[in-house]
């Protein structure tokens, strides 16, 4: 199983950008999926999540900037990134949920990806 994240980059505020996740190895519509970020000297944070069915789950600070997706037939997860803010400066990470078909919301996570780099700076 493998997870690679790319689509990073450095953009000013209020930009764009989209990332991606492709997995292989397994059906990405099998498990869930969470997008993640972890800013230097911070923890670790959840950002959203793409349940089999569908659902989706995002952090209140997304506030609705970002919008996650999945494309099965490429076997990859998207996370759309708008308005984009200094604080949203970080390492982003894709994972895949533990338990084939249980939602993310009540799973842990086994595989993660190496990482995508975000900078938004003016």
């Known amino acids: 199983v493998q997870l690679r994240e790319s689509g990073g980059g450095s953009v000013h505020p209020g930009g764009s950008l989209r990332l991606s996740c492709a997995v292989r190895?397994?059906?990405?519509?099998?498990?869930?999926i969470g997008w993640f970020r972890q800013a230097p000297g911070k923890q670790r944070e959840g950002i959203a999540t793409?349940?089999?069915?569908?659902?989706?789950t995002y952090a209140d600070f997304v506030e609705g900037r970002f919008t996650i997706s999945q494309d099965s037939a490429k076997n990859t997860v998207y996370l759309q990134m708008n308005s984009l803010k200094p604080e949203d400066t970080a390492m982003y990470y894709c994972?895949?949920?533990?338990?084939?078909?249980?939602?993310?919301?009540?799973?842990?996570?086994?595989?993660w990806g190496q990482g995508t780099q975000v900078t938004v700076s003016s």
């Open positions: 994972a895949r949920g533990a338990t084939t078909w249980r939602s993310c919301l009540s799973s842990t996570y086994d595989y």
């Open positions: 190895g397994y059906r990405v519509s099998d498990n869930c």
């Open positions: 793409f349940d089999n069915d569908g659902t989706t």
